[in-house]
């Protein structure tokens, strides 16, 4: 099979069923067009027409803003329209690097359409027999992908938080790592992708981090998230990804990016091009 | 100053300017409105309307068509229209991972626009206070950007080389290092960009190779076209490009590109969304 195919199963949508949800004139999301009917249901907070969803309350603060979405999207969960609430916020922007407008609770985003930004963090071992790396196994009951293979690390940038102290939040919980451990990770890019769900858009940035595991430390599971750990070897991994379907869809792209940036994907492979423009668009 | 100014630099051009040039229907460069009307006066090679230039000899064999409009170029060269021959074939190919369709002359690249590629490597040394480069400075006497500083090895990728051939070659020719000193070396990903210059527009196709020096190897200058190499902390190489005008043009772009790659530059600069997605078009 193809590695391929991981890129463009990330990049799958039809824009045509989407309007923009606007706040103040500018795009902070997209609504799926038989989502919008829903919405209009709720004329205090969204103003819907054929073009486009607006956020109505568009004059209010960030906090009057987070307030109205949530109550209405509270009400969408209770009426099974949204799948359920996380408890998580993420902050809804208008631009790469702009201030936050609202948040939003991760369950919501892609209803909304909303992008979020995660981190994801390579785990690897340099070897005289070449790179491994650190897979881990998430756990049968997790909402998304269970059993399925993961990163060392990785997480959603939640609402205050930047994507530097997400990474040493997570690999405490998640892998058991302490901060002290994190100074080696650096960050190496980013990847991103536009996905239709059955529930609407992700639009995920994702920020992507390396780190060298000296001798002697491994990531032990520690919050539930992941059952276990294995140092594969990297053409391993690169094999469990081109020919399986064993690892989580989007840690697929992330992995391959890896597989890019350390020359184990090669420009000689047919695929290099459309794999390395497909990572980022 | 920012380090987006330069990849703004080399992807700058007015697309509303220039014309398809097509082979047999396929796009194969792009031809600026005011050199269309020169190729018109060439009917058994070129095919001049408003909309495009079309290679007229579309049913001929690679040769025959790489001779035809070699022709045309050399007697263009000779009017003063193309700046040089260079005597290094490059080959034309409507898309990516595509077979050849024709050579032409690097001279003559940026009047039809057509796609070239190149590779570049960064040759490095981890030392206890952090990341080194190896640092080429470029001969007076070099067409382009004479005096400035580039990466330790860099190349055209010529007709029918590949780019590790070609990266071997020139690491050979520019920095005295041995094809077993390149085992060490490997891809790490591309850089691409669409810059308009006087004489048409470079549409380029950088593959970037890291390569870690080991201790007691050094590059040294072999062809005369790099004058000296000079091993700098990754931290000045930064404030270089950020500050200063010293580096060529286009390896301003794949220093950018290994600074993210290696961390040292980070999700907190507020350029770095910008600088990534602008690295890969």
Same mark, same amino acid.
């Given at each position: 099979?193809?590695?391929?195919?991981?890129?463009?199963?990330?990049?799958?949508?039809?824009?045509?069923?989407?309007?923009?949800?606007?706040?103040?004139?500018?795009?902070?999301?997209?609504?799926?067009?038989?989502?919008?009917?829903?919405?209009?249901?709720?004329?205090?907070?969204?103003?819907? *027409? %054929? /073009?486009?969803?607006? #956020?109505?309350? =568009?004059?209010?603060?960030?906090?009057?803003?987070?307030?109205?979405? &949530?109550? !209405?999207?509270?009400?969408?969960?209770?009426?099974?329209?949204?799948?359920?609430?996380?408890?998580?916020?993420?902050?809804?922007?208008?631009? *790469? %690097? /702009?201030?936050?407008? #609202?948040?939003? =609770?991760?369950?919501?985003?892609?209803?909304?359409?909303?992008?979020? &930004?995660? !981190?994801?963090?390579?785990?690897?071992?340099?070897?005289?027999?070449?790179?491994?790396?650190?897979?881990?196994?998430?756990?049968?009951?997790?909402?998304? /992908?269970?059993?399925? #293979?993961?990163?060392?690390?990785?997480?959603?940038?939640?609402?205050?938080?930047?994507?530097?102290?997400?990474?040493?939040?997570?690999?405490?919980?998640?892998?058991?790592?302490?901060?002290?451990?994190?100074?080696?990770?650096?960050?190496?890019?980013?990847?991103?992708?536009?996905?239709?769900?059955?529930?609407?858009?992700?639009?995920?940035?994702?920020?992507?981090?390396?780190?060298?595991?000296?001798?002697?430390?491994?990531?032990?599971?520690?919050?539930?998230?992941?059952?276990?750990?294995?140092?594969?070897?990297?053409?391993?991994?690169?094999?469990?990804?081109?020919?399986?379907?064993?690892?989580?869809?989007?840690?697929?792209?992330?992995?391959?990016?890896?597989?890019?940036?350390?020359?184990?994907?090669?420009?000689?492979?047919?695929?290099?091009?459309?794999?390395?423009?497909?990572?980022?668009?």
């Amino acid at each position: 099979m193809s590695l391929l195919r991981h890129i463009e199963a990330v990049n799958r949508w039809r824009p045509e069923r989407f309007r923009p949800l606007l706040l103040a004139g500018r795009r902070v999301g997209r609504v799926r067009d038989d989502f919008a009917p829903v919405l209009a249901a709720f004329p205090a907070v969204f103003r819907v *027409d %054929g /073009d486009a969803v607006r #956020l109505t309350p =568009d004059a209010v603060d960030t906090d009057t803003l987070t307030a109205a979405v &949530a109550l !209405v999207g509270r009400r969408l969960v209770a009426d099974g329209l949204i799948p359920g609430w996380r408890g998580e916020w993420f902050d809804v922007m208008a631009e *790469d %690097g /702009d201030r936050p407008l #609202l948040r939003i =609770d991760r369950g919501a985003l892609p209803r909304f359409g909303v992008r979020a &930004a995660g !981190v994801h963090l390579n785990g690897f071992v340099r070897r005289a027999d070449g790179l491994h790396l650190w897979i881990a196994r998430r756990a049968p009951d997790k909402k998304i /992908d269970p059993d399925k #293979l993961d990163n060392m690390v990785a997480g959603g940038v939640g609402a205050g938080y930047g994507p530097w102290a997400t990474l040493v939040k997570e690999a405490g919980e998640e892998a058991s790592l302490p901060p002290e451990a994190m100074r080696g990770a650096h960050a190496a890019g980013i990847v991103t992708y536009v996905m239709e769900r059955e529930d609407g858009l992700r639009e995920d940035l994702l920020y992507v981090y390396d780190l060298e595991m000296p001798e002697g430390l491994e990531p032990r599971p520690n919050d539930g998230e992941i059952v276990d750990f294995a140092l594969m070897p990297a053409a391993d991994v690169l094999a469990l990804v081109r020919d399986t379907d064993q690892v989580k869809f989007n840690v697929n792209v992330t992995l391959i990016d890896f597989f890019v940036r350390h020359g184990i994907l090669r420009p000689e492979d047919p695929d290099y091009l459309a794999i390395c423009r497909g990572l980022r668009r």
